[in-house]
Structure formats: structure tokens, C-alpha cells
């Protein structure tokens, strides 16, 4: 009963988004109608977490005549997965797409009081219109309240076990998150297109929610890397896999579009260039959306391979990319606007930024599609690996660095070019240090030092101008925002460069007892116990790592578990964590005589990597607290209220 | 910018719409490959479900090619194939091997005797170590054994009449199996 009621929610929530954007495109300006698209968002977010909750009681309750809870969970499992398997699967992931959607929707329509009503209820009829297209693809090709009745399993056949994991837990609402929080720039960018209309608050606004959903969208990848790291056992924490890919594309245009809305915002140029970065942004999210659910490219992270559901997505991407795209290419011509700057201005850098940005976007899309159009032409199968990307990424991560150096000291328009003297003095410094570094590197590579001194460079000239506005006390949320985020690239930048070159791998064999030396620490092998969990069995090594003296004794245990109701076989690591360096093992196969194949990783400045994507998300949302959008709102409701009462 | 220029994003997204689309129409035609396809059929020492004092290994599958077809009777797509495999075994003389995964002995007679059985032999897998052994997804899997006992090809879910008259029979047939009705289309019920 509760799973058909579910159904029936999510039935609804579709007629509403229906009515919402009907209301939306046809009556903007008439106020019922305005106060009516609002409450119908209510309604889409309120029916879809009663779909959403519905499908969480069937797994909680262990519901297994309902076909997703049979497929994806069993009695088993402990109760934190079975809630958060509601989301291991295609059908439920997707109702959690829906949920989220409605929930940015919402929080559109609560902040909405800063700009004309009829602009905000345009809005809200492209965002339910895309909320449609999500709800009928759930209902109609993936629907998780299916029921197999008569032919009810007398238990489920569990989450898959990779899946099993506080990282899948919270990956997925943050990607989405972030995927679907895209869609308000896009539907904003829609309307402002519509209208004719864009303007430094336009721009303002917009910057607000990107910057929302940029973060998300670097928390949800940053964990889903750390994710791969620690319980796919292979060591590495990022793979170019196509997945993987579809989602750094929309990281990479909405990247972009941060910067170059601020252009928009505070020099009012670049207009319809952000316009199409905004339009780009949510498309390539549409589009990893199709890359992962049509089975296009098989991978790890694909759930299920269903042609119904290819086709679906893709017209739904011809209608939405393809419609919003010919608008652009038939409106963006009124908000051309010709401002003149310098090349030692915001502007310039900013523009530098995008270029790169861009020429990034197209080298992932040219790595992920070039394998299908080959098979398409050849009938062969090619994979572009590593080195493909590497080949670009390097120098195009260099160059960023270069540009942001210049950053903090440049004005808008132009700079005078006294003020770069501070800049050189810094990249004296890091020059000095990168040398250093390069003759302390083993194997020594001058890109790695490269890579170490312009970040170095970075951090000197963003630290100084911090400083330098601290003491004259102007230092308002916007600046520690970007200082904050441009710091964690930095150190993103370090931590890839030095863990990509100077980890140390050994696969070797170990008998009980026996030693090896990691990276200057010993490894000692104890030997194999049998240990049992809630829903599977494991064989857990024991090893204890320790200085050359013996000392500071740290015991590592990982695991290779057997789960019990799919009969799957999961290796986990054992990992010590530390600022400046991983020791990781992984146990393979069992030899004979007591030994086994174990894996040992020395990785240093490992996850640099990921504090400083964190950084980067967390620059991004404190950029929104900036004092300038405050006081938006607030003048905003000021003229509210004074129209109310003339 | 110029007008006409507007219109490039327009352009590239079309041609990765229709990169896209080639790509998916490739991607439907793709099956699930096997690490097995092509290779030899892993040794096993399996006990039979109704005699546990007698085993089953691969020696005993050589010379003939044989299907082995893994069930268990909490599986409902198990169910849904049975009927297409009792036409199988009624139709045609090919050794029918069923590998009973992760099931209750008790439960899997029972189900055998109700629904008829289409096997030659059942081995009991009641832990499951013959199905990581064969790299087994889930249940119904099955798999076509050439004479020499190599892996010729695998079926991941259920032996429907459209995969047995599209992708089995016809390999069947090549392999020189005898279909002894005038119609290979058994199951167009």
C-alpha cells in the first residue's frame, strides 16, 4: 500500500510541475497566478518527499515485493544501509535527483524577494518543467515502486557491497546537489534571454546560487574521489573514468561561470559569454546524466544498461540543450555590450581563466567521447588514458597557477604596473624554493617543481594582499572567499603534483612474520584472522608498521570480506592516515604456505588533494555571505515595503 | 562576437548529440562480456543435489557441448525461464547442467518436483563457491559449453524465447546439436 502511495505522490508531483510550468511561460505577470506557481513548488517538493520517504519505509521495513528493495538491499544489512541503499540503485538515485531538485526549487522560492515577480515565476516554470522531465523519466522508465507480486523473494539480494559505505552515504546527494543546483543558473540564464534583460543585479543574483551549487558539486567530486581511494583498493584517487569525467565537466563550465559573472556583475561585459557558460553548465550535468544512466559507456559506477532509458535522456537533452541553445543563438545578440579594458586588469586575467577553463572542458569531452565516435567510425575499441589527459592538464594546471599569482594585486579596467613589483619580489622567493625542491626530488622532475613553486608563488602573493587589506580594514567575505578558494587550488595543485610522482607502490609476497621496508618504515606481516561482520565474513591481515628503530608502532588491518547474501568478494584497505603522507595496504590473494599478495602504497601529501578541494568549496560559499548581497536583499524589501504602503 | 557566431554552440552540441546517439546504438548492441568468453570452463568438484555421496567436475561435461544454468528458488526470474528450459531439454539432446546457488537443498527438490525438472544434473551450491569460481552476477546465469569445455558464450538473466530463438538456438545448432522439433521458435507462446 505505502509503495503505490508513493507512486501516486510522485504522480503528483509531476501534475504540479505541469500546472507550475504552464503557469510559469503563459501568466508571469498576473499575481494569483504568481502566488499560485509558488505554492505549486510547495507541492512538487512536499509530493516528492512523500515519494521519497514511501521507498525508504519499503526498505526499512524490508519490503522485498517491491522489486528496487530486492534488488538493492537484504534483511542483513544494517539499518544505515538500507536507508542510504534507497539511493544505491538507478531508480531510487533518481528519485533522489527529484527530491533534491524540488528542494533547490524551494529554497528559489523563499529567496525570491529580490527580484521582480514576474522574472522569479518564469523561473519557476523552466525549473518545474525540467522537474517534469525528471518526473516522467522516473515514472515511466524507472520506476522504483515496482512490485514482483506473486513471485515475492523471500529475501533481497543486497546492496551492492562497494556500495556498502559511509562515502556512498553522502557522494550522492552532494553530486546531485550540485548537479541540479546548476539548473538555476540555467533556468535564470533562460529568462534572462526571454526577457532581454540582464543586468549587474541579474548577474548578482545568479552568482549567489552558482556558487551554491559549484560547492556542492566540488564536495560531492572531492568525496567520491576520497571515496574510490579507500574502498576501491587500487590506491589511486582519480581515474579518468567517463564517470568521473561527466562529472568534472559541469565542475569545470561552472567554474567558469563563477568567474565570469563576476565580470558581468561588477564591469558589466561578458554578458552573453556567461549567458552560454550558464546554459553549458547545466547541460553537461544533463549530459553526465545521460553518460552514466544509458549505459553509453560501461563502468564501474553505471547501475543498469537499458536502451529505454538511453533514449529517453536523450531526447530530454535534445529538447532542453538544444532548445535553450537556439534561444541563446537567437537572443544573445541584445546583450552585446563593448567595455575596454587592459591586459593588466581583472578583466583580462578573468578572461584567461575561462580560456583555460574552456580548453579543459573540450580536452575531458574530447577524452570521453573520442572512444565511441572511434568505434562508431572503425568498429574497434580505443581507451584514452592517463597520458592523454596528463598531456594537457599539466601545462594547463601551470598556466592557471601563473595567472592566479597576478590575481590579488590587479584592479578592474587597468593596473598600474608599480603594483607588480610586490608579485616579483614574491616570485623570487617561491623560484628560490622550487629550486630547492627540485634538487631534493627523487626522481627529480622539473614540472613537479614547477608545479610546487608557482603554487608557492600563489599562496605568497594571496597571503600578502590578505594582510596588506586586514590592516587597512576593508576585507569584505567576497575577498577571503576568493583568497580561501585560490589557496586550496594551490594546494590541490601541490598535493597531485607530489603524490602523482613520488608515491612509492610494491606489490609483494608476505608470509607471517616477514618484513619489508616502505618509504623508510618497516612492515611487519602478523599473519591472517577470520573476523565476522554484521553481513559478511572477512579475512583480516594484520600488519604493524614502525620506524627502522622499531618505534612509534602503528597496526593497519585491511580486510577482504566475503558478503554473505551476494557472495561478493571486497578488498578493504588499511590505511594510516596523515597530513603529510598515506601508508596504505591492500591484501590480494592468498598464496601458499600462509603467504599472500599484498599491496603496500607510500602517498604523500595524498590529501592536499582533497583539503584543498574542500577549500575551494568552502571559498565559494563564504564568497556568498559577501556584505554587497545583504544589502541587496535589504533595499530590495525596503521598496517592497514602500510600495505596499503608497 | 557576430551574429553567425552565436550559433556555434548550437553546432557543436548537435554533433555530440549525434556522436551521442551513434554511440548509444552501439552501446544497446553490447553484451555483458565475460572473462570466461572464449576460455576454459573453471575445474570444479561440485556435489550432486540428490545423490550428496556422488560429485560432478568438468571432465564429466568434455566431449559434448553442455549448458550450465544457475538457479535457486529465491530467484523469480529463475521461475519465469523454467518453463523455456523444460522445452529445451524436451526438444533438443543437449546436456543441461543446473548449478543450484545459494539455495536450500530441501527447498530446491521441492521446486524440482513441482515444476518439473530439466536438468541432466544439479549440482548443490549451497555456499556459492562454484559461482564465484564461474564469476557469476546473479541468478539466472547460464553459460554454453563447447565439447572441449570452453566457455562459448553467456546468457546474464533469464533464457526468454526471443534469447533462446536469437542468440542460443542458432549456436546450438552450430555446435551440432540435434533439435528434434520442425520449429527452433519453442517458446513463441
Request: net charge negative; no cysteine; charged share 20%.
Given at each position: 500500500m505505502i509503495p503505490e502511495l508513493g507512486n501516486f505522490a510522485l504522480t503528483l508531483a509531476g501534475v504540479l510541475a505541469l500546472g507550475a510550468g504552464g503557469v510559469g511561460l503563459?501568466?508571469?505577470?498576473?499575481e494569483v497566478m504568481q502566488r499560485a506557481a509558488q505554492s505549486m513548488v510547495l507541492g512538487q517538493w512536499s509530493f516528492s518527499f512523500l515519494a521519497f520517504a514511501a521507498l525508504t519505509y519499503a526498505f526499512v521495513l524490508d519490503d522485498f515485493s517491491v522489486a528496487y528493495v530486492a534488488n538493492h538491499?537484504?534483511?542483513?544489512?544494517p539499518w544505515i544501509y538500507k536507508v542510504s541503499a534507497v539511493w544505491g540503485g538507478h531508480e531510487g538515485s533518481f528519485l533522489l535527483w527529484i527530491l533534491i531538485m524540488g528542494t533547490w526549487m524551494l529554497a528559489f522560492c523563499l529567496r525570491?524577494?529580490?527580484?521582480?515577480q514576474h522574472f522569479t515565476t518564469r523561473a519557476i516554470g523552466v525549473l518545474s518543467l525540467l522537474n517534469l522531465g525528471f518526473i516522467c523519466f522516473a515514472l515511466f522508465?524507472?520506476?522504483?515502486?515496482?512490485r514482483l507480486i506473486p513471485?515475492?523473494?523471500?529475501?533481497g539480494a543486497d546492496l551492492n557491497p562497494l556500495l556498502q559505505d559511509f562515502g556512498l552515504i553522502v557522494h550522492p546527494p552532494l553530486l546531485y546537489a550540485g548537479y541540479v543546483g546548476l539548473a538555476i543558473p540555467f533556468a535564470l540564464a533562460v529568462v534572462a534571454l526571454l526577457e532581454g534583460r540582464i543586468d549587474a543585479t541579474w548577474a548578482r543574483w545568479t552568482r549567489t546560487w552558482t556558487n551554491m551549487a559549484w560547492a556542492f558539486l566540488t564536495c560531492g567530486i572531492t568525496l567520491g574521489s576520497w571515496w574510490a581511494y579507500y574502498e576501491?583498493?587500487?590506491?589511486?584517487?582519480?581515474?579518468?573514468?567517463p564517470v568521473e569525467n561527466a562529472s568534472f565537466m559541469p565542475w569545470l563550465a561552472a567554474t567558469a561561470l563563477v568567474h565570469s559573472l563576476s565580470v558581468t556583475e561588477n564591469r558589466g561585459t561578458f554578458k552573453s559569454w556567461t549567458l552560454l557558460l550558464a546554459i553549458t553548465a547545466f547541460s553537461f550535468s544533463l549530459l553526465g546524466a545521460f553518460i552514466v544512466r544509458s549505459g553509453v559507456l560501461t563502468s564501474v559506477h553505471s547501475f543498469a544498461v537499458d536502451p529505454e532509458r538511453g533514449m529517453y535522456i536523450l531526447i530530454f537533452l535534445a529538447l532542453v540543450v538544444g532548445g535553450s541553445l537556439t534561444l541563446y543563438a537567437l537572443r544573445?545578440?541584445?546583450t552585446q555590450v563593448k567595455v575596454s579594458y587592459g591586459v593588466l586588469s581583472r578583466e583580462f586575467f578573468m578572461l584567461i581563466n575561462n580560456v583555460i577553463m574552456v580548453v579543459s572542458l573540450a580536452v575531458v569531452l574530447w577524452g570521453t567521447l573520442a572512444p565511441i565516435g572511434y568505434e562508431a567510425i572503425s568498429g574497434g575499441r580505443i581507451s584514452i588514458g592517463t597520458p592523454f589527459f596528463n598531456a594537457f592538464f599539466v601545462p594547463l594546471g601551470l598556466l592557471l597557477l601563473c595567472a592566479l599569482a597576478f590575481l590579488p594585486v590587479l584592479n578592474w579596467k587597468r593596473t598600474k604596473t608599480q603594483v607588480l613589483n610586490s608579485v616579483y619580489q614574491a616570485m623570487a622567493i617561491a623560484a628560490v624554493i622550487g629550486v630547492l625542491v627540485w634538487f631534493a626530488l627523487?626522481?627529480?622532475?622539473i614540472l613537479v617543481a614547477a608545479a610546487v613553486a608557482l603554487a608557492l608563488w600563489v599562496v605568497i602573493t594571496h597571503l600578502k594582499q590578505l594582510v596588506f587589506r586586514a590592516l587597512r580594514g576593508s576585507l569584505p567575505a567576497a575577498f577571503i572567499g576568493m583568497t580561501l578558494a585560490h589557496l586550496g587550488f594551490a594546494m590541490g595543485t601541490v598535493g597531485i603534483a607530489i603524490t602523482a610522482t613520488q608515491s612509492v607502490e610494491s606489490d609483494v609476497r608476505m608470509s607471517p612474520q616477514s618484513q619489508v621496508e616502505l618509504a623508510g618504515q618497516q612492515v611487519t606481516f602478523t599473519g591472517v584472522t577470520n573476523v565476522k561482520g554484521p553481513n559478511y565474513e572477512a579475512q583480516q591481515g594484520i600488519f604493524i608498521l614502525t620506524d627502522?628503530?622499531?618505534?612509534?608502532a602503528f597496526e593497519l588491518r585491511p580486510e577482504k570480506r566475503r558478503y554473505l547474501a551476494g557472495g561478493n568478494v571486497m578488498t578493504e584497505a588499511g590505511i594510516n592516515p596523515g597530513f603529510f603522507a598515506d601508508t596504505y595496504i591492500s591484501l590480494g590473494e592468498p598464496l601458499e604456505g600462509g603467504a599472500w599478495a599484498v599491496r603496500l602504497h607510500y602517498k604523500p601529501l595524498v590529501r592536499w588533494v582533497w583539503i584543498g578541494a574542500l577549500l575551494m568549496a568552502l571559498g565559494g560559499v563564504i564568497a556568498v555571505f559577501d556584505k554587497r548581497y545583504a544589502r541587496q536583499r535589504r533595499r530590495v524589501a525596503a521598496t517592497q515595503g514602500s510600495a505596499a504602503t503608497a | 562576437m557576430s551574429r553567425a557566431s552565436l550559433y556555434i554552440p548550437l553546432g557543436v552540441f548537435v554533433l555530440i548529440l549525434g556522436l551521442g546517439y551513434v554511440g548509444f546504438d552501439l552501446g544497446a548492441r553490447n553484451?555483458?562480456?565475460?572473462?570466461?568468453?572464449d576460455k576454459p570452463f573453471p575445474e570444479f568438484q561440485a556435489r550432486l543435489l540428490?545423490?550428496?555421496d556422488q560429485t560432478l567436475s568438468r571432465?564429466?561435461?568434455?566431449g559434448r557441448p553442455a549448458l550450465v544454468n544457475v538457479w535457486a528458488t529465491w530467484c523469480p526470474t529463475c521461475l519465469s525461464e523454467h518453463a523455456q528450459l523444460m522445452q529445451i531439454s524436451a526438444a533438443t539432446d543437449v546436456v543441461i547442467v543446473g548449478v543450484?546457488?545459494?539455495?536450500r537443498p530441501d527447498k530446491a527438490k521441492q521446486w524440482l518436483a513441482q515444476y518439473g525438472n530439466p536438468y541432466d544434473w544439479v549440482l548443490d551450491d549451497r555456499d556459492g563457491l562454484l559461482g564465484i569460481e564461474m564469476g557469476v552476477?546473479?541468478?539466472p546465469e547460464t553459460f554454453l559449453l563447447n565439447a572441449k569445455g570452453e566457455v562459448v558464450y553467456k546468457r546474464v538473466g533469464d533464457i526468454n524465447p526471443r534469447i533462446w530463438r536469437d542468440e542460443l538456438a542458432p549456436r546450438l545448432r552450430q555446435l551440432g546439436i540435434v533439435m528434434t522439433m520442425d520449429n527452433t521458435d519453442t517458446g513463441a507462446d
Open positions: 503563459v501568466a508571469p505577470r498576473d538491499s537484504n534483511s542483513l544489512l525570491s524577494g529580490q527580484y521582480p522508465t524507472s520506476n522504483p515502486f515496482l513471485l515475492t523473494p523471500a529475501d576501491l583498493g587500487w590506491g589511486g584517487w582519480w581515474f579518468w573514468d544573445a545578440s541584445q627523487d626522481p627529480a622532475t627502522p628503530d622499531g618505534r612509534n | 553484451e555483458l562480456p565475460s572473462a570466461l568468453i540428490d545423490a550428496p571432465e564429466d561435461l568434455l543450484n546457488y545459494k539455495d552476477y546473479g541468478a
